[in-house]
């Protein structure tokens, strides 16, 4: 055997192993990126125990306690909501709450009393007055899919997702807050067979001056977007011939419908993790009969992994309302009694938080808090590095996770309660045009 | 600022490549410390890549650790690996 076919074999089995490697890199890279597609999965992803599951109860839902008058004592406190003295201190002066009062405007306006959970308010009204008499028929599911995705998207939803009616998310019953009565799905001008989901952007500049006033203005103006979107929606149905119905906070639980409709996955605060936004969003839906569509699946993204080591929320929490559980559980576990059980729904596998505490919190700030939004590491605008480090997330196993969180906070991210913030947000504003910003 | 940032990252990383290929074709490098010395300069395009988008974002101290964490150690792996080799060479 010669030198000379000694150093081709070389060469040859050198090129072979370069090949291999280039193989394993691109196998590599595509893994990554269907992992970052999510998990399908044909039901809720998080396990359900029938024996305590049952559809919850929107009396039992702290807003509904503080705003239907359920609970004397909240129902006092939230007289005075919003309406403490300014102070002296940036995030909390009169150009802070105008901030708020802007944002809140829409959705007052064309909802009074949504935010509570009041169901058939305004904009959000269960008459169908835009119905046409005539059905339109769409060509194909996929088509009728596109065209109320594509819709929801121009009335100005970040994403849109479409999902079965659940009985299993809907409120057990309703309260009418204004007429001071309770409803039930019979009440409800059809039988309801698609829910479609939509999410609305909150500012990560704005989010960033939690729990600062100024914060809350871009949940509130979230809200306007969201009755803006969902009655447009809703309208746009109508005149198609099928009846719907918009809904932001009434109705039904909107984070298990945003899970169902694939558009993200539980995180430990409570809240919905969608990607490239975190738990930046806010989510509201439509109710409605036509159900010629192709539906989504609800997807995983490795979120509960991540919420498991990670804690931030928790740790940020300034009324340590959110668990600090290793693991999820069947009901909560920050109170021995059963009988406190009813403030969330129990019977489904995930962390519970204690939303009293939160909402003393609110009344002691004076404004809604957003640090466990504003913490979380999913919460991120839209530059290159993060989406790298997203994807690294969904294959690095449980404890790197720790690790991560660490680095998070290493390099200058989830810092919360800075008045520098609040004072960039002022300067500065949401970013402008293509510098960085938000895409679908 | 971003685009800009990556055009020139990639006429870094395209001139990088072309500068390790003569280095090998002239000096007979093996392929060990020739692939440490792509991971330093990969390392160091990495870092001006995720330093520039942190300042754009508004987060200096994200740029400043990105040097500590990836310049830092794509300049030390391309000091000792460069004098590896130069001693091999002489």
Known sequence: ?????????RNFFKLGIAGAGIAVAAAGG????????????????????KKLFKPFEQKNAVTMRAGGG????????????????????????????????????????????????????????????????TQYKFGSKQEATAAIKHAALLYGALRAGICRNDPRFNYREMYDIKREKSMTWDDFPFKPKTVIVVVCEMNYECMATAPAWTESGTVAMAYSDLVKTTYSLSVFLQSLGYQAVP?????????????????????RNGAVIIPEYGCRVRIGKVYTDFDFVEYDKPRSYGVMSFCRHCKKCAMSCPSQAISMDDEPGYHPTWSKNPDDWFKNQIGIYKFYS???????????????????????????????????????NVIAPGPVHTIMREFDTLFGYGHVNDPAKVKRW????PPKGKLYGSKA | MMMITFYIVGILAAGSAWWLIRLSQRYQINWIPLTGLAIGIAMILFCIAWSVGSALEGVPRAAAMGVVFFGFPGIVLLTLIGRYVTRSVK
Not at chain 1, 30 to 49: L, Q, S, T, Y
Not at chain 1, 364 to 369: F, I, L, R
Request: glycine residues 10%.
């Open chain 1, 1 to 9: 055997m010669n030198k000379k076919t000694n150093q081709s074999r």
């Open chain 1, 30 to 49: 595509a893994f990554v990126f269907n992992r970052m597609e999510g998990k399908e999965h044909d039901d809720m992803p998080n396990p359900i125990d």
């Open chain 1, 354 to 392: 204690n939303s009293e505490k939160c909402f003393r919190f609110w009344i002691q700030n004076d404004g809604d808090c957003g640090i466990c939004i504003a913490s979380c590491p999913y919460n991120k605008p839209a530059f290159w590095h993060h989406r790298l480090v997203d994807a690294s």
């Open chain 1, 426 to 429: 002022w300067k500065y504003g």
């Open chain 1, 70 to 133: 359920f609970d004397p004592e909240l129902h006092k406190m939230l007289q005075g909501f919003e309406k403490q003295p300014y102070r002296n201190v940036p995030g909390y002066t009169q150009l802070d709450r105008a901030l708020v009062e802007g944002g809140w405007s829409t959705s007052n306006y064309m909802a009074p009393m949504q935010a509570y959970g009041q169901p058939n308010s305004g904009a959000l009204s269960w008459e169908q007055h835009h119905l046409h008499d």
């Open chain 1, 247 to 267: 809904s932001v906070n009434g109705e039904g639980i909107n984070p298990a419908y945003a899970i169902m409709a694939g558009l993200g996955e539980g995180a």
